[in-house]
Structure formats: structure tokens, C-alpha cells
């Protein structure tokens, strides 16, 4: 479980330098990007993966801890909310799968 810990951090730490230059380089608007790619077939098919992967996740983190609205915001929260359900599961899976249906 302690690899799965640096994983889920190192993951982590790697989207917020990402996002960073992103946000430096070119601003906040994301939107126009974001629904302008759906127009090409390979770049939809990443967003449409992406926004069903969230989807999922969401409804997991929900149904595990009913919680999940900051989810959809992407691996900046998801990740964080695994990180800290990792810790909270202190190395039993079982209790990290299934939170308070354990």
C-alpha cells in the first residue's frame, strides 16, 4: 500500500506542474479548448474517455463515501481524494475499495 501512496502522490505532484505551465502559458479559459477538440475524432475520443473515466470515478467516491462532487474537476481532486482515502484505509484494501460499506 506504501507504493501505491508514492504513486498516487508522484501522479500528483506531475499534474500540478503540468497545470501549472498550462495555467501560465495560457491562461484559465479552458472551455474553448476543451469543447473545440471534440470536432477532431481522436481528441474526442480522449475527452469523451476522460469525462466517462471522471463519471465513474464520481460515482464510485459517492457510493464509497457520499461524497463526490469535487470529482469531476478532474485528476487535481480525484487524485488528492485517493490519496486521502488510501491513509484513511491504513494498507486494508478492502476498506479503501468499499469505505463505509466495509
Not at 29 to 51: C, E, I, K
Not at 68 to 80: K, N, Q
Request: positive net charge; glycine residues 8%.
Amino acid at each position: 500500500m506504501r507504493g501505491f501512496r508514492l504513486f498516487v502522490l508522484a501522479i500528483w505532484v506531475i499534474l500540478i506542474a503540468i497545470t501549472w505551465r498550462a495555467a501560465a502559458e495560457l491562461g484559465l479559459g479552458v472551455g474553448d479548448v476543451f469543447f473545440s477538440d471534440l470536432s477532431h475524432p481522436w481528441r474526442a475520443q480522449l475527452n469523451a474517455d476522460l469525462s466517462l473515466h471522471l463519471l465513474l470515478f464520481a460515482v464510485w467516491a459517492f457510493w464509497r463515501d457520499a461524497c463526490a462532487a469535487f470529482c469531476v474537476l478532474g485528476g487535481l481532486f480525484t487524485f488528492l481524494y485517493l490519496l486521502a482515502a488510501v491513509y484513511r484505509a491504513r494498507g486494508d484494501a478492502r476498506v479503501l475499495l468499499l469505505g463505509a460499506h466495509a
